[in-house]
Every structure is written in C-alpha cells, then in structure tokens.
C-alpha cells in the first residue's frame, strides 16, 4: 500500500447552481476509496479570470490519499463529469472544475498535469481560501501580490 500524500485541490464552479456543484464534488471526494478529505475552506466568490460567464464560487481542499497524482487526477476529471462538465473550448464557464493544486512535496510537469499548479500564486481565488486551510503554504509576499483581486467570503 502507498504511503498517503497530502494534496490540495482547488474547486470552481460558475454554470448553474455553482455552490451545489461544490457540495456535488466535495460528497464524491469523501465517496472516493483511497482519498480522505481533511479540511474544506469556505466558499468565495470572484469574476472570471480568463474566463467568461458569471462569477464563479471556489474553494480549496485539503486531501490525504494513497492514489498517484495522475490517478487522483483521472478521479477528479471523472467527477467533473459527473457534473455535467463540458470542454468546448480552453477556459469555458463550467459546472465544476478540480485542479490539484499541490500533491506533497512534488513536482511534475506533463501534457495533461503540471504541479505546483502553475498560476496558483497569482490567483485570490486559490490563495485565500488555501491560506485559511494552510496558512504555512501561502507567506505574505504571495498575499500581498494579490491584494488588489476582488474576492468575496460566501460562508
């Protein structure tokens, strides 16, 4: 059996009912053999980065699991289905959207998955609600770059 990892995962939504999108995806996570979801952020909303559509809600996730990163990210893309995701073009409004933000200490670069996420320092909609559940992976100066980003605390 593999050792679990600790992994973060961000989730969005912003086609129909977007909170019930999450609370979908966060229920499938729990169900999922191998994956343990130890602490969820609030929700937030925010405008599309580039994206179109109406504001989308987020959130961030913290996992322990025994399923390698690119498993963990073929469950993700299964559950994402399961919601209804469409891929029509790069950055359509969606359902649901579940990217691994972090997976231990790792890195991997690949056609279908790069970790770290590439521009999770860039974006209040991850930083925030992963400093609420992680503060030791978000430092100061990755905050204040992104001070200026409008976000809303929804619960």
């Known amino acids: 059996m593999r050792q679990p990892v600790t992994a973060y995962l961000g989730l969005g939504a912003n ?23 130890v602490a969820r952020s609030a929700y937030y909303r925010t405008a599309p980065v580039e994206s179109s559509g109406a504001d989308y809600t987020n ?5 322990r699991t ?17 919601a209804g995701r469409e891929r029509p073009y790069r950055n359509a409004p969606r359902t649901l959207d579940l990217d691994i933000l972090i997976y231990g200490e ?3 670069v690949s ?30 100066d990755l905050l204040n770059s992104i001070r200026e980003q409008v976000i809303e605390r929804l619960d």
Do not use: N
């Open 111 to 140: 056609p279908s998955l790069t970790i770290p996420h590439p521009r999770m320092g860039v974006r209040a909609f991850v930083l925030i609600p992963l400093a609420e559940i992680a503060p030791e992976r978000v430092g100061a």
């Open 66 to 82: 025994v399923l390698t990163a690119p498993d963990l990210l073929t469950c993700l893309h299964a559950i994402e289905a399961q």
């Open 106 to 108: 790792g890195r991997m």
């Open 15 to 37: 086609v129909g009912d977007a909170r019930a999108g999450l609370d979908f995806a966060f229920r499938r996570l729990r169900e999922t053999p191998g994956i343990e979801v």
């Open 59 to 63: 959130a961030v996730a913290e996992l």
